[in-house]
């Protein structure tokens, strides 16, 4: 794993400024499902950002007037969120969190969970789980698909890793996780189909 991991951090590092480039502002869903996430927030606490990438959604939740945390494993990427404004990064592997148990009141999750191998989901879920305050929210954003392997990247001649989840089995893995979702959202763009999950720590 530590061999995938180096290859991923460093497809991202090579690719950084032109994804910023092309992923700018936040998708309509998100923003439809954001007011329901921030309303479980419990007041005064932290938004751990999970595989927060360029930092475009720690600044948007900061904008919103959220504390937040955001955590990944590409240097190029955590250097890209600083020159947005994001001030609390954090590089990490989520499957091993460094943070103490019930460190945050919410999870936010984009488009991370996706580029693990489906075997390690399992941990990294559960390492949301135990950072998570009892009762917090998570919104977890991932592909609806079948599969899993290295592919082509639109940003430069790198490849990313993918593992693509039909909505019953993302739903499954969150209650095996601990989590109760409360609701699923899928929306279509000319290359993918999303899938967004919004759940709570029960």
């Known amino acids: ?8 951090a460093a497809a991202y590092d090579r690719v950084a400024p032109e994804f910023v480039q092309k992923n700018g502002g936040m998708p309509a869903d998100f923003l439809e499902m954001a007011p329901r996430f921030l309303a479980q927030v419990r007041s005064g606490s932290t938004i751990l950002d999970v595989g927060c990438g360029a930092g475009r959604d720690v600044v948007w939740l900061s ?14 990427m955590l250097e890209q969120a600083r020159l947005r404004g994001a001030e609390r990064l ?29 075997a390690d989901a399992p941990q990294a879920l559960a390492e949301m789980h135990r950072v998570l305050a009892p009762g917090g929210p998570l ?19 790198v490849e990313r890793f993918f593992a693509r989840y039909r909505p019953d ?16 959202h899928t929306e279509e763009t000319p290359s993918r189909r999303w899938l967004r999950l919004l759940a709570a720590r029960s």
């Open 90 to 118: 954090v590089r990490l592997d989520m499957r091993a969190l460094p943070f103490a148990d019930d460190t945050f009141g919410a999870v936010w999750s984009s488009a991370a969970l996706l580029h693990l191998p489906k």
């Open 169 to 184: 089995e993302a739903e499954a893995l969150l209650h095996a996780a601990g989590f109760t979702v409360s609701e699923r």
């Open 139 to 157: 919104m977890l954003s991932i592909q609806e698909g079948v599969g899993e392997g290295w592919e082509p990247s639109p940003y430069g001649p």
């Open 63 to 76: 904008g919103q007037g959220m504390r937040v945390v955001g955590g990944d494993l590409s240097a190029g």
């Open 1 to 8: 794993m530590e061999t995938m991991n180096r290859r991923m």
